[in-house]
């Protein structure tokens, strides 16, 4: 499986953003899906996770109401929408699946790793 995240960018606090994390070689069906965050100097850390085939969310308690992670299973791909974006929230997001339809949300529970896409939100 491989992922490609991409849809990073600037934002102005307040803003929005929807990060796209798409799967090729092999399908994610079947795959739990999650994204993830890391700021230098910092361990990669949670954010949201979406089961197989999506009936089943978790999100960090600091985005939940302002986060929503969701896919589409004919597309191959899972989606972070973004609102009420933060300073705080400026990261890398990396997107990842794992061997089970069961979102997790610790990094070592997941496979799959994409590259990372910047999130820089402005105050």
């Known amino acids: 499986v491989q992922l490609q995240a991409s849809g990073g960018g600037l934002v102005q606090a307040g803003g929005s953003l929807r990060v796209s994390c798409a799967g090729s070689?092999?399908?994610?069906?079947?795959?739990?899906a999650g994204w993830f965050r890391q700021v230098p100097g910092k361990e990669r850390e949670f954010v949201a996770s979406?089961?197989?085939?999506?009936?089943?969310?978790f999100y960090t308690d600091s985005v939940k109401g302002r986060f929503t992670i969701s896919r589409d299973n004919i597309k191959n791909t899972m989606y972070l929408q973004m609102d009420s974006l933060k300073p705080e929230d400026t990261a890398i997001y990396y997107c990842?699946?794992?061997?089970?339809?069961?979102?997790?949300?610790?990094?070592?529970?997941?496979?799959?790793w994409g590259q990372g896409t910047q999130v820089t939100v402005s105050s």
């Open positions: 979406i089961s197989w085939p999506g009936r089943r969310t």
């Open positions: 990842a699946a794992r061997q089970s339809q069961y979102p997790g949300t610790i990094v070592t529970e997941f496979d799959y």
């Open positions: 070689g092999r399908t994610i069906s079947s795959l739990a």
